[in-house]
């Protein structure tokens, strides 16, 4: 005996229906069906997954360091690279040798930096002593305050010094080493031995920190829906939103949106989706955006459970193309996700009493 194919046995099921009505939206309303139809229908289903985020946006990023998490060293003189000494990507200690830079001006500022720091020195141990002659009544008050006058403005000097100093010592053959100011990762440096280095260059950048802050860019429609503190997300590094900007930027229409992530969110530079997030109400669910669709003007979903299928309104809190974020359905329930249009037919032909 031959079994009539599924795809003939819905006709036949929806001839045995009541004749079309517009079906109400009443809470959970279970569809007359018996399990040997349901079979037939070959339906697919999909557990409904409890969610505590609901999708906001989705902006194109760029990861940053943040300004108090790197430090960086630049070019105090012009003059030439002839070594390297670390590696990008290492981890160095505060002092470690990153580079060597032939500069005569910046040995020469180096050098003088350094007598003065000697002669400060000596100064402000003259300064001491002469306090102490002055007490006892030795020297006079005048040349105690000379003394005390030539360390100070010695002092002040050093202290302009340690720009040139600070992250550059004399090597023996009189280039100048530049060190590492901080410990931490050394994410960038100058190459290319021989090369010519410019005052101001940037010589190294050291990363202090593992944070990273990533910088969006979105649409002036979202000015309203984002805020600080909504969850931050770039693949499976989870920060959260730092600001959003007041005002949209007039050429291309967008805000700028800062969040604060940890270090797997990328390397400074690289360009990312930013995925923003609001804390969803409770009894959100996320369910396959086709099981949704739309019956009198509501929205709404069917619930398998047992050998039941029923009609449940729901709240759609956010949709994309793949998900949807949904209020009232049932916990632990499973959303039928194929076939959701034969079985819209189904419900459309029942009476509006729910007989």
């Not at 001839?15 to 079309?20: E, K, M």
């Not at 959970?28 to 349901?38: E, F, G, M, V």
């Not at 998900?323 to 079985?343: I, N």
Request: overall charge positive; glycine content about 10%; aromatic content about 2%.
């Amino acid at each position: 005996m031959l079994r009539p194919h599924p795809a003939c046995v819905l006709p036949l099921l929806l001839a045995t229906l009541l004749p079309a009505a517009l079906a109400s939206a009443a809470p959970a309303r279970p569809l007359p069906l018996q399990p040997a139809q349901i079979k037939a229908m070959a339906l697919g289903f999909t557990p409904a997954v409890d969610s505590a985020w609901i999708p906001v946006a989705r902006i194109p990023g760029e990861v940053e360091l943040a300004a108090d998490a790197q430090s960086s060293v630049v070019a105090a003189y012009p003059g030439t690279l002839t070594a390297v000494h670390a590696a990008e990507g290492s981890q160095v200690n505060s002092g470690s040798p990153l580079l060597s830079v032939a500069s005569p001006a910046w040995a020469a500022a180096l050098a003088e930096a350094h007598a003065r720091g000697a002669r400060r020195q000596a100064a402000q141990q003259q300064a001491t002593r002469a306090q102490a002659l002055l007490r006892a009544g030795v020297i006079a008050a005048r040349e105690a305050e000379t003394l005390q006058a030539e360390a100070s403005a010695l002092a002040a000097a050093s202290q302009a010094d340690q720009a040139v100093t600070a992250h550059a010592t004399l090597a023996a053959d009189g280039s100048v080493l530049v060190r590492a100011p901080r410990a931490g990762r050394l994410l960038q440096r100058a190459s290319g031995q021989g090369r010519a280095i410019q005052p101001g260059e940037l010589l190294a950048r050291i990363g202090l920190r593992d944070e990273r802050v990533v910088i969006g860019k979105a649409p002036a429609r979202l000015a309203g829906q984002l805020a600080a503190g909504m969850r931050a997300r770039v693949g499976g590094a989870v920060g959260k939103v730092e600001s959003v900007a007041a005002a949209i930027d007039p050429g291309s229409r967008s805000i700028s949106v800062s969040a604060s992530l940890p270090a797997a969110a990328g390397l400074p530079g690289a360009l990312v989706e930013l995925a923003i997030e609001r804390a969803a109400p409770a009894g959100t669910r996320r369910v396959p955006a086709g099981a949704v669709i739309g019956i009198n003007d509501g929205q709404v979903v069917f619930v398998h459970r047992g050998e039941t299928i029923s009609l449940v309104p729901v709240q759609v809190h956010y949709r994309d193309g793949q998900h949807a974020w949904l209020g009232g359905v049932p916990a632990g329930a499973s959303v039928v996700s194929r076939g959701v249009l034969a079985l819209k037919a189904v419900a459309q032909s029942l009476p509006a009493n729910g007989g």
